[in-house]
């Protein structure tokens, strides 16, 4: 019975230790990371392809918007107030934003 008390001990300490709200929040943070470049580079290709570059921007921006937010809404939630987290997200948004603006005017010159 000792032996498992210790067992249980040590792995509350250990649960403490990662603090789990903190590693959930690099978790999303990650998955932003991966998952929002992903999504706006299928949304460039899209546009690309069908050619509608006006109405490709708006959705970018819209995509971009909704991106803001729910990121927002994540680390209100979670309670992640790490300011190098909340860093992190925004260069993030930020070189997206900058990525599609670039593609789509390289698009839009090569069209003319």
Known sequence: ????????????????????SNLLGIVVAVVVVVVVPVVVVVIVVVVVVV?????????????????VVVMVVVVV?????VVVEV?????????????????????EVLKQ
């Open 87 to 107: 860093v992190v997200v925004v260069v993030v948004v930020v070189v997206v934003v900058v990525v599609v603006v670039v593609v789509v005017v390289v698009v």
């Open 77 to 81: 939630v979670i309670k992640v107030v």
């Open 51 to 67: 050619e509608i570059v006006v109405a490709g921007v708006v959705v970018v921006v819209i995509l971009i918007v909704v991106v």
């Open 1 to 20: 019975m000792y032996v498992i008390y210790e067992i249980n001990t040590l792995l509350v300490k250990i649960c403490f230790a990662f603090d789990l």
